[in-house]
């Protein structure tokens, strides 16, 4: 029976791969190694039974006793804290999803690689933050990496039976976000609630707003240049308001290989759950006659300076990936907590890369975990510097 672990089970794209292991089976199909969720240990005492999990881990350890309760008589173990998390990555799984928010997802997914496992990575986080260190390892460990990020699983299945060689460049499409038409002198007046609402995707809080700031793409571009190793000139961004082609590989030929599909996670998680066969799949198929027509856009960089910042850090190499996230995520705390303004996220995230520039040893690619985690809380401290000046 295959073995399997979800980091993050009970969010977004945790509840999508809930539900595709329970249609294929659930307990019956799979032995559930290990469960991890954070403050809504509710719904991960629910998962954890379903699945009957071996362990189920919060990330919050005031929130171990609530579990412990939730579980009792179960016979699923628990435990709480990062570590935890981290330990229960490490446990050996054949298939582990890492499905966690931001950079806290870098330590668990370097788990599975150091056992060489198979770690289907929704966490963008963890390649933005470490791409050469996390890339690096699992060449050493024989681990293999299936993108979850669906404009990734687009470009990998594009690239089945090609030779990267023969390709000029990607194209990741980008739905725009819930401000593509806004005026641009409103933005700054954007509140939480309306950077909240995605005009396609049902996703979590935070990655819905970094879409609407383009911060997601940002992402995106850094993580295709670490995943896919093609430089930042060979990878374009799109505006593509109906997000039903998720990716373009465009060949030396003049051809190009398009993914389509409707946007439902369910698809991207599949297939890494089923590689490299296909399996059915609960998603809806497209019916292009019915969308009669799909539009197109270059972005527009006066609106989304995420890009031109993404841009910058992967020419910059070095330290730039993982300064820039972390002062991406510092300044979305900043946003939803109300301290700044949706238009001072990405000159909080220029601050912080500025000052990260001056510093010494921002031109090597941090070497392990230590220094990726020091670079990282020196990109939350300038970015939350900026703070008062904003
Ligand atoms: P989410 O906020 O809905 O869920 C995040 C999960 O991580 C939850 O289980 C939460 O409890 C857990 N978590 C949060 N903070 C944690 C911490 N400090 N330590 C351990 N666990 C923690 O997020 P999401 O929208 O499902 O996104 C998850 C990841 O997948 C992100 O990296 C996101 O960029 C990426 N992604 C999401 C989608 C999507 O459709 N939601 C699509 C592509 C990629
Ligand atoms: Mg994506």
């Known amino acids: 029976m295959r073995s399997v672990s979800v980091l993050g089970a009970t969010g977004s794209v945790g509840e999508s791969a809930f539900d595709l292991l329970m249609r294929a089976g659930g307990a019956q199909a799979f032995r559930t190694v290990a469960l991890t969720g954070g403050a809504n240990v ?15 881990v919060t990330a919050w350890p005031e929130k171990l006793a609530e579990l412990r309760a939730l ?9 709480a804290g990062a570590e935890a998390v981290a330990e229960a990555a490490a446990r050996p799984a054949d298939w582990t999803l890492s499905a966690i928010v931001g950079a806290a997802g870098l ?24 791409g050469p260190l996390v890339m690096g390892r699992a060449r050493r460990t024989g ?49 939480v609630a309306e950077a909240s609402r995605h005009p396609n995707w049902a996703m979590g809080q935070r990655i819905t707003i970094d879409s609407a700031s383009m911060f997601n793409k940002a992402l995106e571009v850094i993580e295709a240049h670490e995943f896919f190793g093609l430089g930042s000139e060979r990878i374009r ?13 465009t060949h030396r030929d003049g051809g190009s290989i398009a993914h389509l599909g409707a946007p439902d996670m369910r698809h991207a998680i599949g297939y890494a759950l089923n590689w490299p066969a296909r399996a059915e799949l609960p998603v809806p198929k497209l019916d292009l006659a019915a969308l009669g027509s799909l539009s197109f856009a270059a972005p527009d960089e006066a609106r989304w300076p995420a890009l031109r910042l993404a841009r910058e850090a992967m020419q910059a190499g070095g330290a730039a990936g993982a300064v820039l996230n972390a002062a991406k995520e510092q300044a979305l705390d900043d946003f939803i907590a109300g301290h700044i303004r949706f238009t001072d996220m990405a ?33 939350r401290r300038a970015a939350a510097q900026g703070r008062g000046a904003a």
């Open 42 to 56: 509710a719904r991960l005492a629910e998962m954890a039974r379903a699945l009957r999990a071996e362990i189920a």
């Open 71 to 79: 579980l009792a008589g179960s016979g699923i173990a628990c435990a």
């Open 107 to 130: 330590p668990p997914g370097l788990a599975v690689l150091n056992r060489g496992g198979t770690l289907a990575l929704a966490n963008k986080e963890t390649l933005v933050a470490a």
């Open 143 to 191: 681990a293999r990496i299936l993108p979850v990020d669906s404009e990734h699983s687009a470009i990998f299945q594009a690239l089945q039976g090609e030779d990267l060689e023969s390709v000029e460049h990607v194209t990741i499409t980008a739905s725009g976000g819930a401000f593509r038409d806004w005026p641009l002198e409103r933005l700054a007046q954007a509140s």
């Open 237 to 249: 961004v799109l505006v593509h308001p109906q997000s039903i082609i998720h990716a373009m590989v």
């Open 347 to 379: 000159p909080a995230v220029e601050r912080a890369l500025e000052q990260a520039a001056r510093e010494a040893g921002f031109a090597q690619s941090p070497g392990d975990l230590d220094a990726v985690l020091a670079w990282d809380g020196f990109g």
